[in-house]
């Protein structure tokens, strides 16, 4: 890595200073899965790494005034093994099992995922179906805002250079009826999402949806909660034929967003099939 120098700071007080001071020269490894990939390409045209993999500030993941908050520095694999997560928020939970391979979940972090603003990251739609937030730190402060608001496109970063992702705090949700995170790729294993959905709802006593979050990756720069089916769904309680319905408007206001490409002759049916798979458990006959 010629040109490139690497620092590990002490504690987070030391890496905020370090960016204040060095902060457009510097790159941010956390897991490193996608840094030493720009490493090994040329791509990564930055003079320092900052290695904060190691401190202890960005590991928290609790459950704090009845908010959920999850440390930036979480790996994949500890997403996916928490109990925590398992009853409140499963969405993300059942993301860990299908990212990547087992050996890049072991070192891969949630921050990492977000702040790389990849189209295709795994936990973003699950974290934006909780109206997560993220806590930022610099040396001048801290301040929180929506997980979605962190790319401005695909691959974009819009966090100041001063700034890095601490934790995110997620509304909490327990007893739901149903919770999923489906994709779909080019293969089984090791899949690169062309399609991703995370949902959660709850339902009355008679099927009726009480509360329905649904969030879409891949198939837009940034991923986007899907409030317009939301409304069509809620207080409805769902049949076969709903649900196609939902998913000709799922459809439907993808290709507004993304424009008609050569690639809509697959996702407009993908996207609808995904939806009704997704969300047909809820279906009571």
Not at 2 to 19: D, Q
Not at 158 to 170: H, R
Not at 229 to 253: I, S
Not at 262 to 270: C, G, L, R, T, V
Request: overall charge neutral; glycine content about 8%; hydrophobic content about 45%.
């Amino acid at each position: 890595m010629p040109g490139i120098a690497y620092h590990r700071p002490e504690n987070l007080t030391e890496a905020l200073a370090f960016l204040h001071e060095q902060g457009p020269a510097t790159e941010i490894l956390a897991g490193g899965t996608d840094v030493m990939v720009d490493l090994r390409s040329g791509s990564l045209d930055k003079k320092y790494l900052l290695d904060v993999s190691r401190l202890e500030e960005l590991k928290v993941l609790e459950m704090n005034d009845g908010l959920l908050s999850v440390g930036a520095g979480v790996t994949i694999s500890e997403l996916g093994a928490s109990q925590l997560l398992a009853a409140y928020a499963p969405t993300l939970r059942k993301c860990a099992d299908t990212f990547a391979s087992r050996q890049i979940r072991n070192v891969a972090t949630i921050g990492g995922n977000v702040a790389h603003c990849a189209p295709c990251g795994d936990t973003l739609p699950p974290l934006m179906i909780h109206d997560a937030r993220a806590v930022l730190a610099s040396r001048n402060g801290v301040r929180e805002i929506p997980v979605e608001e962190i790319a401005s496109g695909a691959y974009a970063c819009a966090l100041p250079s001063d700034e890095m992702i601490v934790k995110f705090i997620l509304q909490p949700e327990a007893d739901l009826s149903f919770a999923a995170f489906h994709k779909i790729g080019r293969r089984r294993a090791l899949a690169i999402a062309r399609i991703s959905m995370a949902s959660m709802a709850r339902q009355d006593g008679e099927g009726r949806l009480k509360e329905i979050k649904l969030s879409l990756g891949s198939c837009t720069p940034t991923p986007w909660r899907v409030r317009e089916v939301e409304e069509m769904l809620r207080r409805q309680r769902p049949t076969e034929a709903l649900l196609w319905d939902a998913g000709r408007v799922l459809a439907e206001k993808t290709i507004e967003m993304t424009g008609r490409r050569a690639s809509a002759i697959y996702k407009e049916p993908a996207l609808q099939g995904l939806l009704v798979r997704t969300l047909l458990p809820l279906v009571r006959q």
